[in-house]
């Protein structure tokens, strides 16, 4: 059970997490590092945390839980699941492409890989995020019918680390990204009634 002196002890844990991957990046902080930034053991580490890998996940769940309301919201400004699609991805690689530690979580190839028939938590956290809006395609008759949609979500979540590692966020390479998308994502997703092509 959550107290407030857990959940005080585990924000200022993962505050230090933060501030020791700026420090010394991700593959180098150690758990030791974490407790001496917090100015606690590491025994009180590891009472919140199993170990490093859980820490760390537990870092970008709650980073990313700061901006999942926040990029929703973002989404529904856009009438037509379409223009949701183009404008959303585009919008998550711009934001991501702003934010230092979103190459942290597109990069790691830990949060990348996963056994046979799992997801990555790159994949878990993008399915957050596009739940509520294929919810409503599907319910609008806009998304194509037939799609697997975790599949669809999985591929979404490649698409966007693809833009993010390969593309910056200047005007040229959004506009090169908003193009691929509508050229060939929209007219793969959305049905075809609502597409404008």
């Known amino acids: 059970m959550s107290t407030p002196d857990a959940s005080a ?10 501030q020791c991957f700026l420090r010394y990046g991700v593959s180098k902080t150690t758990m030791d590092d974490v407790a001496q930034q917090a100015g606690v ?13 859980g820490l760390v996940e537990a870092w970008i769940r709650r980073r990313s ?18 223009e949701r699609l183009e ?6 690689v711009r934001r991501s492409n702003a934010d230092p530690f979103v190459h942290l979580v597109a990069t790691d190839p830990r949060l990348m890989s996963a056994e046979k028939g799992s997801s990555t938590l790159s ?17 609008t008759g806009e998304l194509r019918q037939g799609l697997d ?7 979404i979540t490649h698409l966007e680390i693809m833009f993010i590692t390969r593309f910056d966020d200047d005007e040229d ?13 929209v007219p793969a997703v959305v049905a075809p009634d609502f597409t404008n092509g």
Do not use: C, H, M
């Not at 949609?149 to 591929?155: C, M, P, T, V």
């Open 41 to 53: 053991s590491r025994a009180t580490v590891y009472r919140y945390f199993s170990g490093r890998d």
């Open 123 to 139: 994949e878990d956290l993008t399915s957050e995020l596009w739940n509520p809006i294929l919810d409503d395609a599907q319910r």
């Open 65 to 82: 839980a700061r901006y999942l309301e926040d990029n929703r919201k973002w989404l529904t400004r856009w009438s037509s699941f379409a």
């Open 149 to 155: 949609r975790r599949e669809l979500s999985d591929w």
């Open 87 to 92: 404008e959303g991805i585009v919008e998550d």
């Open 9 to 18: 002890a585990v924000d200022r844990i993962l505050d230090s997490t933060e």
């Open 173 to 185: 390479s959004l506009t090169r990204i908003r193009s691929f998308v509508r050229q060939f994502v």
